[in-house]
T-cell receptor
Framework: DAGVIQSPRHEVTEMGQEVTLRCKPI?????LFWYRQTMMRGLELLIY????????DSGMPEDRFSAKMPNASFSTLKIQPSEPRDSAVYFC?????????????FGPGTRLTVL | DAKTTQPNSMESNEEEPVHLPCNHS???????IHWYRQLPSQGPEYVIH???SNVNNRMASLAIAEDRKSSTLILHRATLRDAAVYYC?????????????FGKGTLLTVNP
């Protein structure tokens, strides 16, 4: 099994540019999560999809952030326009069902630097 | 959300057992106790979880106190590869049971 796949692994962009992060969950999983990790705030959940439908987007920082899941095997997190404070590592995770005993499998992350 | 308290850091020697404590005095009866770890420059990785009884798997053991207000993750023989941040997380069985709320965790250093 390839695990959760994220691309790109590293992204360097300039303030004001659009950034798109991509995620391919583990085949058969119906729950997908986007997390962000910074030194100041640690790991925090941005958005949760179940069966391709956004269930909880309360962690999305502001309107500059948007996430989509057009099908069960692909999700994107878009930042437009990007700002230096968006610099962080963004992780995608997937799980089989999303319940309290369920295991989340994380991808390797995308390290985003906004200059 | 019920919170957990972990030491900021711990140190161990290679091939010795490591006991990583976690306090969760406000745990509710249906909260699961999960442990994840994050190796340097990697995403978090599931280690183990339990509800009431002690649990063992190939990676570690989880010892849960009888009153469930604390738990201990046990690595039976630490290796250099076990150096990571270990997170103790409570997951409720209510409407937000999908959430993993990460705290600061315990940074485990393993000395050769």
């Amino acid at each position: 099994d390839a695990g959760v796949i994220q691309s790109p692994r590293h992204e360097v962009t300039e303030m004001g540019q659009e950034v798109t992060l991509r995620c391919k969950p583990i085949s058969g999983h119906n729950s997908l999560f986007w997390y962000r990790q910074t030194m100041m705030r640690g790991l925090e959940l941005l958005i949760y999809f179940n069966n391709n439908v956004p269930i909880d987007d309360s962690g999305m920082p502001e309107d500059r952030f948007s996430a989509k899941m057009p099908n069960a095997s692909f999700s994107t997190l878009k930042i437009q326009p990007s700002e230096p404070r968006d610099s962080a590592v963004y992780f995608c995770a997937s799980s089989l069902a999303g319940g309290s005993a369920d295991t989340q499998y994380f991808g390797p992350g995308t390290r985003l630097t906004v200059l | 959300d019920a919170k957990t308290t972990q030491p900021n850091s711990m140190e161990s020697n290679e091939e010795e057992p490591v006991h990583l404590p976690c306090n969760h005095s406000t745990i509710s009866g249906t909260d699961y106790i999960h442990w994840y770890r994050q190796l340097p420059s990697q995403g978090p990785e599931y280690v183990i979880h339990g509800l009431t009884s002690n649990v063992n798997n190939r990676m570690a053991s989880l010892a849960i106190a009888e009153d469930r207000k604390s738990s201990t993750l046990i690595l039976h023989r630490a290796t250099l590869r076990d150096a990571a941040v270990y997170y103790c997380i409570l997951r409720d069985s209510g409407g937000s049971n999908y959430k993993l709320t990460f705290g600061k965790g315990t940074l485990l250093t393993v000395n050769p």
